[in-house]
């Protein structure tokens, strides 16, 4: 009996239902022109240097929200409203899958980072396609898939595809999900057999449309560098229009002044989030970049807390970046100081460089 009555405080003193009101807050506040319009004026100053062609689309902001945060697509009119020039809805799973409601996310603020321990929360494919349809914004969406927890990694090549087909005319892009790793479970193929496997069915599909979908790989800054350039030449060796890089870590490096709570939590999967990733993630990107030749758009995410940070993933060669884990801890107010700084810095990038005869 003393347990079923601790279980319920313990979840609701956690990060995890911190994080859960505020998103519910966020969504209430969206559902109204009015309040769409407060949060614009809050958090989304105007910002004439951020917007970016590419992918064949113009991104208002480089500044995108990573996949994690709306998993469900329920908040893609309150991201629009707070300044994100594009959402990554996801990770989506073609079935229903829920996490137990229990503590497993933990915050380690003196590093700036996440421990996520918890499998994807999502509603299933059928539920994100309404979510998505009924949104009020125009804002560039895309669809981060992950195969269920349940199925087989022989088998997951299918859940991608069960995936692509119903959301293919909703998402203006996908991401391919191959750092899956907050539980014991983790998947993260990187044979290039298991992962043609799983592009290949979607590269076939993607050319009986009559509407172009830019498909990404999304992986993990744990690879091996030679895995970074097996990842890079599939991209530049197949119809991949790109990589999102990086998912988190299961490593503990750079925890430096959480030592404590890490001793406390134990020896726990799951992936770390935040700044102790910052340099992993540009050393990923710079090698994608070189590769490449540049010739490829490049995600860049992971550890990006400042304008600096973001100015930074950009000159490493990333054409976009993605936020989580500095929402998370900054909400809006980071969101707002993030434009401001970056259009900044990008103003006077333009200013700097030499002018054309």
Request: hydrophobic residues 35%; proline residues 6%; charged residues 25%.
């Amino acid at each position: 009996m003393k347990k079923d009555i601790i279980a319920p405080i313990k979840y609701l003193r956690s990060a995890d239902f911190s994080l859960r009101f505020r998103k519910w807050r966020q969504r209430i506040a969206a559902k109204l022109p009015l309040g769409r319009y407060f949060m614009r004026q809050r958090f989304a100053p105007e910002a004439e240097h951020l917007e970016v062609e590419t992918f064949g689309m113009r991104f208002p902001s480089p500044i995108g929200l990573a996949a994690g945060y709306d998993c469900n697509g329920t908040l893609i009119d309150a991201m629009e409203a707070m300044g994100f020039g594009f959402v990554e809805v996801g990770a989506i799973t073609p079935k229903e899958q829920h996490t137990p409601k229990q503590p497993s996310l933990y915050k380690l603020k003196k590093d700036k980072a996440i421990l996520n321990c918890a499998d994807i929360d999502s509603n299933g494919v059928e539920q994100v396609i309404e979510n998505i349809k009924s949104r009020k914004s125009n804002i560039i969406v895309g669809c981060n898939l992950a195969k269920n927890s349940s199925t087989s990694d022989y088998d997951a090549p299918r859940d991608y595809l069960r995936l692509f087909r119903p959301l293919y005319q909703y998402a203006d892009y996908f991401t391919v999900n191959l750092a899956l790793n907050t539980t014991d479970k983790p998947y993260m193929p990187c044979e290039k057999e298991q992962i043609m496997a799983i592009l290949q069915p979607l590269f076939e599909f993607r050319r009986g449309q009559n509407q172009y979908r830019p498909l990404l790989l999304k992986i993990s800054p744990d690879l091996s560098d030679e895995q970074v350039d097996m990842m890079a030449d599939i991209m530049i060796d197949t119809p991949l229009d790109g990589i999102v890089a990086c998912g988190g870590t299961v490593g503990r490096h750079g925890l430096e002044n959480s030592t404590d709570i890490i001793h406390k939590i134990g020896r726990k999967p799951g992936a770390l989030y935040g700044a102790p990733l910052k340099k992993r993630a540009l050393e990923v990107v710079e090698r994608i970049y070189a590769r490449a030749k540049g010739s490829y758009p490049i995600i860049g995410c992971g550890g990006i807390s400042t304008a600096d940070d973001a100015m930074e993933m950009l000159k490493a060669g990333a054409t976009l970046i993605q936020l989580s884990t500095e929402f998370i801890y900054g909400g809006g107010k980071s969101m707002r100081n993030m434009r401001l700084g970056l259009n900044e810095r990008l103003r006077k990038a333009k200013l700097s460089q030499p002018k054309k005869e």
